[in-house]
């Protein structure tokens, strides 16, 4: 074809009929023959040249060239405008070359958008974005006049943003080497501000941990301390510690120090300050629920007033003219006892006020320096009379009910226990110490206390007496048979004049001339807590008292005694170590203990020892609703019975004869299948059917038995010596031998049957039943021995951390929970779940049985947000009750003696 490469109006004819002609072809073009042309020639009229005529690509020019100025033509057409206005030759060429005219509809608002379109298109710059042929053009122009939809579009954003940068290349180079610029030094920038803020955050989060350490050092320190604060302030600090950084951006490391660090100080008892009150003056007292004061004046008469806010209820008119020396509230708070006496050794006269009337019940001559005593019970009142003689009235009737009567004597402390029952005697010239039946005054037992006692009190029992003395010892002193020292609270550095079991009887809580209060185990010897002050009341009831703080003479402080129920301390009183082997009866009311001197029953609800039974050995079994014990006696079966109040126990019955050292004599039994697997013989396990005690199997190791464990479905049998041998109950073969350090084996399997645990001096070890591989291992840190317990269902696994700590590990994650660390540690020998799995029990060989209430404990941590993840479901929802393990109060029937062991009454036994 032929290019006309001159396309303007001038060259434009139209005849009569509409028809366009074109005229002028003097530089038209064959197509076929572009070099007839030269390169580089521009050849044209400029304003209608296309951009590739232009910058003179003659290799470029072909027919869309003309439709290029076809389409300029009709720009001008359109606006009366030309296209590109420019004067200058050289700009013109630019501004074609770059294609920079604006469109039509810019200049004349009225063009209609097909139109403007079809222009935009046939004056592209880029020959490819023109129509392909001059038909298609046309084909546009009919479709716009017949209002027919054109094929033509609008140039898109893009295409306009390539259109100005090519008008514009120095601008967009230098843009983009700006940006280039800019996103370089944004990069270094951020990369700059990011270690700048990585390393702010790394810092502020270096200072949290070093302020988070400093917190739980603190609450370590406190609870160590002893002294008042240690339970509440490092909990306290324990809780700011986790304010400072919650626990879910901790490590499990630092979650578990904080738990641990938690667990130990709620095992503490502790005081908290509850409220201070002024001490208005003149002779102070304040009843048994620190409600109520009563305060003597200088004219003789008695003000009772409100503890709390100091208003008077009442006014008790002088007696005579002789002031008030003395008073005393009775524990029902129900009367006054007032002492009226010019000084200590004056003759002295108590009235006894009935408060609800406030008139006088009774008036009486005393001994001057004698106490007087309420009885327990709240109905009576024990007086030393001027005569010597110690007589109990009763209150509401006055009438004298009994006399003691003991010569020669001048008397200064009585105490009654909490039924009334007993009274307690101490002379002032004496150490001596004497019991009476308080109702018929008969003389049950006398004992020195080996110092003159200033104080004493019952323990809720009625079996222990403590009194502190002037040898700044407090002695605990057991008076169910012939008195028995239990402990001496050593510790006072002046007479001790104030002696108090708490409610519950777990503390005893003394005051003395040194200006100290003391907490204690009363029967440990512990010393638990130290407080500074002078205690004036004690409200047993709710565990709290009233005390003038030492220095401080115009005030009254009301401190909130916290016993760590989370950790309760049973203590028995054998005379060997142990025990060495406890566990919990299936439906959780018993334990059983047993160490070198017999087996003890324990009543968990009451905390009392319900039996002992004189058997040396190292297991004691509740096995279908019986005890099994193994000792030199051999393998014996008891029944036991619980009728009410009263509990018994045997006679036994023997499953096999004994043969072994009593402590070799351990055992373990498997309840779903009825069996028992005992060491008979040194190097030996007999497997016995319980109910017919017939022997079903017998397994001979290669060295020496020194513990076992049965399988829960009776399949496994494990003998314990150098290595740990494992038995098939049904072929009774040897199918594997493990091999593992360390001295004094343990071995038992988990409840589902699916691990055996293994443990010694080194270490304990998981294996998995059946293929015997090892699943876990856990280094154990200066242990002599490890016990071990599962909880019921399994999930937990209680074992030795230490030679003194206990820890619980969760068995789906092997990940140590917390570690059980005691005030006072002794050495481990065994550890039991009760069967709710609420309670863990660990036994020492300090003759300690220790519960911690994980459940109690769990509900504590779960406040600090610390709480066991793991914990069994079933042991967080069990309700909160009233049987929880006390202290030990020992009934008197503790079971045949050794002559009768040694005598016809058990010297057969059933086969």
């Not at 030759?89 to 509809?105: F, N, T």
């Not at 512990?526 to 004036?536: D, E, F, K």
């Not at 005694?561 to 009311?589: C, Y």
Request: glycine share 8%; hydrophobic share 40%; proline share 4%.
């Amino acid at each position: 074809g032929i290019v006309h490469r001159d396309i303007k109006p001038g060259n434009l004819l139209v005849d009569d009929a509409g028809k366009a002609w074109v005229t002028d072809f003097g530089l038209a073009q064959i197509e076929s023959l572009p070099e007839l042309t030269l390169t580089g020639d521009v050849i044209g009229t400029l304003r209608y040249m296309s951009p590739e005529q232009t910058l003179g690509k003659r290799r470029h020019v072909d027919h869309r060239t003309d439709i290029y100025s076809l389409g300029v033509t009709l720009y001008e057409l359109l606006t009366l405008q030309p296209a590109f206005a420019d004067d200058d030759r050289h700009e013109l060429l630019r501004s074609i070359a770059v294609g920079s005219c604006l469109p039509p509809r810019q200049r004349v608002s009225s063009i209609p958008f097909e139109l403007d379109t079809i222009v935009q298109k046939a004056m592209a710059t880029s020959p490819e974005d023109r129509y392909s042929a001059a038909s298609e053009l046309a084909e546009d122009l009919k479709s716009f006049v017949a209002d027919r939809p054109i094929r033509a579009r609008p140039p898109s954003l893009f295409d306009l943003a390539v259109k100005w940068s090519r008008r514009h290349r120095a601008t967009v180079v230098w843009c983009i080497v700006l940006l280039v610029v800019i996103a370089v030094g944004s990069l270094f920038a951020a990369v700059h501000l990011a270690a700048k803020n990585e390393a702010l955050i790394r810092s502020e989060r270096e200072k949290v941990d070093i302020l988070r350490n400093a917190l739980v050092a603190q609450a370590r320190a406190t609870r160590r301390s002893g002294q008042v604060g240690q339970r509440f302030d490092a909990l306290d600090a324990l809780h700011n510690a986790t304010e400072l950084m919650p626990p879910r951006d901790l490590s499990d490391s630092a979650v578990e120090e904080l738990r641990n660090e938690a667990v130990a100080a709620l095992a503490l008892p502790d005081l908290r300050l509850d409220s201070k009150l002024d001490l208005p003056p003149g002779v102070l007292a304040i009843d048994g629920r620190l409600e109520r004061q009563a305060i003597a004046g200088a004219n003789g008469s008695i003000r009772i007033q409100r503890t709390r806010d100091g208003q008077v209820i009442t006014t008790l008119p002088a007696v005579g003219e002789t002031p008030v020396g003395a008073m005393v509230f009775s524990q029902n708070g129900a009367f006054l006892a007032a002492k009226y006496q010019w000084h200590a050794d004056a003759e002295t006269r108590v009235c006894i006020w009935r408060l609800a009337k406030g008139t006088v019940q009774m008036d009486l001559k005393v001994d001057p320096r004698a106490e007087i005593e309420f009885g327990g019970t709240g109905e009576t009142v024990f007086f030393v009379m001027s005569d010597g003689a110690v007589t109990q009235f009763h209150l509401a009737t006055g009438k004298q009910l009994s006399t003691i009567v003991h010569q020669g004597e001048r008397r200064q402390v009585l105490k009654a226990n909490r039924d009334n029952t007993l009274l307690a005697v101490s002379n002032s010239s004496t150490d001596k110490i004497h019991i009476y039946e308080a109702a018929t005054g008969v003389k049950l037992s006398e004992f020195s206390n080996r110092s003159v006692p200033y104080s004493m009190d019952w323990h809720p029992s009625g079996r222990y007496l403590a009194a502190g003395g002037n040898d700044f010892v407090t002695r605990v002193w057991d008076i169910s048979q012939t008195p028995r020292l239990v402990s001496e609270l050593h510790g006072h550095q002046a007479e001790t004049v104030g002696v108090y079991f708490s409610g519950n009887g777990e503390l005893v809580v003394t005051r003395s001339h040194d200006g100290t209060i003391r907490l204690w185990n009363p029967f440990t010897g512990w010393q638990r807590c130290l407080a500074m002050g002078r205690i004036i009341a004690y409200d047993k009831q709710e565990s709290r008292f009233a005390c003038v703080s030492t220095g401080v003479s115009n005030g009254i402080e009301i401190w909130d005694v916290a016993d760590a129920s989370e950790m309760r301390v049973l203590v028995e009183d054998r005379q060997l170590k142990g025990p060495f082997a406890i566990d919990v009866s299936q439906n959780g009311r018993f334990m059983a203990s047993c160490g070198s001197d017999g087996v003890w029953i324990w009543d968990l609800q009451s905390g009392e020892v319900m039996q002992r039974l004189p058997l040396a050995g190292r297991t004691a079994l509740f096995h279908n609703g019986k005890l099994l014990t193994s000792s030199e006696l051999g393998i014996l079966e008891w029944p036991m019975q619980m009728a009410g109040s009263k509990f018994t126990i045997g006679p036994p019955r023997r499953l096999a004869s004994g043969g072994v050292p009593h402590h070799q004599c351990f055992a373990a039994s498997c309840a779903k299948c009825d069996t028992l697997l005992a060491i008979t013989d040194w190097n030996q396990a007999t497997l016995l059917q319980v109910d017919t005690g017939r022997t079903l199997a017998t397994f001979e190791a290669p060295d020496a038995v020194h513990a076992v464990a049965l399988s829960n479905d009776g399949r496994w049998a494990v003998t314990a010596g150098t290595n740990f041998d494992v038995w098939d109950t049904h072929t009774n073969e040897r199918t594997k031998s493990l091999v593992t350090p360390g001295s004094n084996p343990g071995c038992l399997f988990s409840p589902d049957g699916d691990f055996l645990i293994t443990s010694s001096s080194d270490d304990v070890r998981i294996w998995k039943v059946g293929s015997w591989e090892l699943e876990q291992r856990f280094a154990l840190r200066n242990a002599l021995r490890c016990p071990l317990a599962f909880s019921s269902d399994g999930r937990l696994l209680a074992m030795a951390e230490s030679r003194f700590h206990a820890q619980i590990v969760d068995t789906h994650t092997w990940q140590r929970l917390a570690v059980l660390e005691s005030q006072f540690p002794g050495q481990l020998t065994s550890l039991a779940f009760t069967r709710d799995d609420a309670k863990l029990m660990v036994a020492t060989e300090s003759h300690e049985i220790r519960a911690w209430d994980l459940r109690l404990i769990n509900r504590r941590l779960r406040a600090l947000g610390v709480a066991w993840t793991a914990f069994p479901r079933h042991i967080a929802e069990l309700p909160f009750g009233d049987h929880d393990c006390r202290a030990p109060v020992c009934s008197t029937d503790l079971g045949p003696s050794w002559a009768d062991w040694q005598g016809e009454r058990y010297s057969r036994f059933a086969p």
